[in-house]
């Protein structure tokens, strides 16, 4: 955080520069033209890297060696600054809030922290959620369009060995996550942070709900075990036992929507078979659809309440991203070329 003030004579000149501050281990200052930068009657305000000449050549905006500020030509409108924008004093304060963001150590999303993201949340809480939305609605149209096939592509999956149904059914974690910061990071774009870091809370989310059952089983089994050595464990203890982890995960399965992914090692899984899943994600109601948050409840907690939401949506949009790219890139092109080939084989004959 820094702040520059400066008098309403000072307010004529050309160009105005903050003190230099350091934030991230960089160093940062204001720079704001009170009578506009190629614009006229509006206040110009850029965040600046003050060592800009230490910024890679290609370093990924936010801010590199050949553009090293980011701001607003047209800020504010020199008129609106009367209407209280400058204070008793006749000063003008400009504050500006930063946070550096850095690769993040556990993948390929950039992450914010938990204050900014607040921030952020606050004023593009609907635009991510759209951004969410509008993909999903895309998908979910493109099957739709596709269901003249259906009944051959059925026919095709059905008929195929289940080896080869296993192995298209799965893709390697690093190749789909390459392919969401691809699709989702916009540069220079003031909402892809966002966007990102809930897409990797979306991860986490699914990874932490694989393991949950998994270790839900593992835990279970093992108990099992060792009571059927104790020669005075009773059946009906041991058949208690076996049921209690089903009844986890059915508990589980009722608090959030039926997975479509799953992650297995560094592969994301379809959950089911692939047919199925492809109808469940033109059927399924999307996050806020199925449980709407009751805004009247005295508990009710608006901000967490969208972080958590956002976190759904993020997770559903990279379950759906995952089974569009294993359906597109994997059993499409397998039931083309056996379509082909049939084709051909009729010629033949």
């Keep these: ?68 500020d980011w701001g607003w030509k047209n800020f504010i409108e020199l008129p609106r600054l009367l209407d209280g924008f400058i204070d008793d004093s006749g000063s003008l304060i400009i504050k500006a809030q930063v946070q550096v963001i850095r690769k993040s150590v556990n993948g390929p999303f950039p992450c914010l922290d938990s204050q900014y993201r607040k921030e952020l949340l606050r004023v593009y809480f609907k635009v991510v959620k759209q ?67 809930f897409l990797f809370k979306g991860l986490n989310s699914l990874v932490l709900d694989t393991n949950k059952e998994k270790i839900i089983l593992t835990i279970s089994k093992q108990i099992v075990r060792l009571l059927k050595d104790d020669s005075d464990a009773s059946e009906k203890t041991l058949k208690t036992l076996e049921d209690e982890p089903k009844k986890e995960i059915a508990f589980a399965a009722k608090e959030l929507a039926v997975p479509i992914v799953s992650v297995d090692n560094d592969m994301f899984v379809l959950a089911d078979d692939a047919m199925l899943l492809l109808e469940k994600a033109v059927l399924e109601p999307f996050p806020d659809e199925r449980v709407p948050p009751n805004r009247m ?35 499409e092109i397998a039931y083309k070329e056996a379509s082909e080939l049939k084709m051909h084989e009729e010629l033949i004959r």
């Design 1 to 68: 955080m820094s702040e520059i003030t400066k008098e309403d004579s000072e307010i004529c000149k050309k160009e105005i520069r903050s003190n230099v501050f350091e934030i991230g281990g960089l160093q940062w200052y204001i720079l704001f033209y009170p009578q506009g930068c190629e614009i006229c009657n509006h206040l110009s305000v850029f965040l600046c890297a003050a060592s800009h000449q230490k910024l890679l050549p290609d370093t990924l905006h936010k801010f590199y060696k050949r553009e090293h």
């Design 131 to 197: 951004i969410f939305l509008r993909f999903m609605k895309e998908k979910r149209n493109k099957l739709m369009e596709d269901k003249t096939r259906w009944t051959s592509l059925c026919a095709f999956w059905l008929g195929m060995d289940q080896k080869p149904r296993r192995a298209m059914s799965r893709e390697k974690m690093d190749v789909i996550q390459k392919l969401v910061v691809k699709h989702f990071f916009i540069n220079k774009n003031v909402t892809s942070p966002l966007v990102m870091d």
């Design 297 to 331: 409840e005295v508990d009710y907690d608006e901000e967490s309440d969208d972080e958590k939401l956002l976190t759904e949506y993020a997770r559903h949009t990279l379950e759906v991203f995952v089974l569009d790219h294993i359906f597109c890139n994997k059993i």
